[in-house]
């Protein structure tokens, strides 16, 4: 029981967070983008578009274009690697370096939030939000 209270405080700071970012004054990442975006500034390393894809099973050219949107509103930035000029490092930005720390501080939010609200009953994966609602 424990564990479903857990997972659901989880996705219940998840969605809170999705909200903030939604309701923030802004471009709004896909679920793709801030998944590049969160692999390129929470784990450490030299990220490719090669290693990008594969560390998250998504195509090369997926990866491309989740950089591009990246590139275009500043949160990472490509830099041929100095080592290897066939190869293109992605690097991580100020405005980027601003981002993350917002994305902290809506998690932090919801999850004080979280810890006040009292446990309800879950909703089975399987179920329909609305047949939920009703039961």
Do not use: W
Not at 27 to 35: I, K, T, V, Y
């Amino acid at each position: 029981m424990a564990s479903i209270q857990s997972d659901d405080s989880m996705i219940g700071i998840l969605r809170d967070t999705v909200v903030a970012l939604v309701r923030r004054d802004g471009p709004d990442l896909s679920a793709r983008q801030l998944g590049v975006f969160l692999t390129c500034y929470l784990n450490d390393g030299g990220h490719t578009v090669r290693g990008l894809a594969a560390e998250l099973n998504v195509s090369k050219p997926a990866i491309t274009r989740a950089l591009d949107r990246l590139g275009e509103l500043d949160l990472a930035r490509r830099k041929l690697d100095p080592s290897d000029r066939r190869s293109v490092l992605v690097q991580r930005t100020a405005k980027g370096n601003a981002f993350l720390r917002e994305l902290r501080g809506f998690m932090a939010e919801a999850s004080k939030v979280a810890k006040k609200q009292p446990a309800t009953s879950p909703v089975s994966l399987h179920e329909s939000p609305r047949r939920a609602a009703n039961a």
